[in-house]
């Protein structure tokens, strides 16, 4: 089979309102006060705050800004922390545990609040998440959480059981699910477009097609080596994630890039889409290898994505995968012919927990595992504050140690694939036993 009997596009539908597309080519300075690598949500984020207060300082990226995962993504904005609570405390304290959850909290109010602040125009609006249960046991915990979470942290969160479910989403795949209203969607494109025109009127100097070859460290500061010449920086932050490379060899060997890939149908008549998702919100569910769907910003179309599968090779099985998993959930879609497919890389790191930390000098904000949208631009954020040494606002529950180094890894996670195969079986079996 090929893509293109698959979908009309093999390239993100947000792209169609918002390209990426190369910045006019500057002479690089030589001599700054911080460059940043990586002009995704992170390092834009921290170029405007470090902008601001008056720094000299440069955005690099290998590719056109935004042309990583800023511009691909779901643009759900969870904020989500993939391990449970517990598991947390275990390993990092009850209080790392407890701050990490509270940070979420801040961190969404503080995207709502820069895209009002700056007037970002991109289609941003709080819909809510709907998170389907696919069994009864896992409807009471999920229950469970959304009652914690409004008591603990005042989140208007709660339970759907089974018989209302179809308030929320058009589909018999769930028993029953949670709502949280404290999380929304926007076009990321439109998001990064909008984040680099303030950045750059800030006077973040932002280079495409300029990768980060080398980093050195120097008696006075950093020598950043690129193929456009080298630049003398007193302070670097690196905000690469998902697509770190030999650069940051110590940040290669902590994070392993995961495609996740999104499909668009073709715009769906008004009635489907009234049925199908009725409330317009953001959709989730209880799987390891779950979907997130959500309708465009218009509302025309479903968008949903999943992990891929691949590490390299023909698209058209892992589309298939997905558009399977559209159907599986909204029979009646079973015809639908699909407008675009893309992939990007997301990052995952042991702990499955963002970081900002510091290594050699260099200061790092990265390690998203698939939630980037909020805190990319949070840590981002945070991460140029501590450079320019603000206690307060510089301080970030995710600045910790460092991630450990992964096993046997040098930069080819040659295991993906098979690690996928793994949690898809486990999520067959879920499946299995909640539905006997
Ligand atoms: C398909 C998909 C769906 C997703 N959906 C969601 C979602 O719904 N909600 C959510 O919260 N998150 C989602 N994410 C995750 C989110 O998009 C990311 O976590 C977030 O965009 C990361 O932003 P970033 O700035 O850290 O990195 P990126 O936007 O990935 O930018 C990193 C940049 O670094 C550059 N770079 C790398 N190495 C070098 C170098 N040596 N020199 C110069 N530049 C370099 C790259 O070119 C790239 O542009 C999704 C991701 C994907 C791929």
Redesign the pocket.
Known sequence: MQISDIADKNAPYWWEHAAVKPLPQQALDQQIDVAI????????AAGLVLARAGRSVLA????N????????????????IRPAHDAIAKRFGEDTAAAIEAEGKVARDFLEDLISTEQLDCDYQKTGLFSGAVGFDQYDNMARRADKLAKNLGIESYAVPHGEQQQYVGSDFYRGGTVRMDIGGLH?ARFHNELLRVAVEAGLGVHSN????AIQQEHDGFRVTTPRGNIKAQKVLV???????G??PYLRRRLIPV????IATEELPADVMARLMPKGMMMGEGLKMGY?YRPSPDGKRILL?GRDGSVKGDPAEPVAVLRNGLISRFAELENVRLSHT??????MNRDLLPRIFERDGILY??G?C???????PWT?TRAAYKLLGNKELGNSAFDFRPPAAVPLYRGKPWFIPAVIQGYRLQDFITLRRARR
Do not use: Q
Request: a positive charge; one cysteine or more; proline letters at 5%.
């Open positions: 690598v990586g002009a995704g949500y992170a390092g834009l690099l990226d290998a590719m800004p935004g042309e990583g995962a800023s511009s691909r993504n779901g643009g759900i904005t969870s904020g989500n990321p300029t990768p980060a070859t905000c690469t994630n998902g697509y770190t490379n650069a940051t495609r996740s890939r999104m997130y994505g893309w992939f990007g890389n997301v990052a904000a990265t998203f698939g939630s980037g949208t909020v805190w990319a981002g």
